[in-house]
């Protein structure tokens, strides 16, 4: 049984910074690429940042590139997303996803999710 399970969600002002974390189990992790998507309150699941599955690749969407970071430990099954100098925008609930092979910015290309840690960013 596959499980991805998220943490490290929380409330944060605005130009903080938060760690998100994914440890994932029941899969060859190292097989899978990884992604990071969210979802603000009301609105769609959007691309957030992904990488490849050896880890030298990684993609961010335009309104995160720069502030943050995603990486992976394929000896711990986890993957991170660094999120720094945090905006009100970014409030969502966050969730990790597993791909087999090669990535992909759609959601709907995604084999297994974990069930979303909440991000909140105040004024």
């Known amino acids: 049984q596959v499980q991805l399970v998220e943490s490290g969600g929380g409330l944060v002002q605005a130009g903080g910074s938060l760690r998100l974390s994914c440890a994932a189990s029941g899969l060859t992790f190292s097989s899978y690429a990884m992604g990071w998507f969210r979802q603000p309150l009301g609105k769609e699941r959007e691309f957030v940042a992904r990488?490849?599955?050896?880890?030298?690749?990684?993609y961010y969407a335009d309104s995160v590139k720069g502030r943050f970071t995603i990486s992976r430990d394929n000896a711990k099954n986890t993957v991170y997303l660094q999120m720094n100098s945090l905006k009100p925008e970014d409030t969502a609930v966050y969730y990790c996803a597993a791909k087999m092979g090669s990535g992909s910015n759609s959601y709907n290309n995604y084999d297994y999710w974990g069930q979303g840690t909440h991000v909140t960013v105040s004024s």
């Open positions: 990488i490849s599955w050896y880890g030298a690749s990684t």
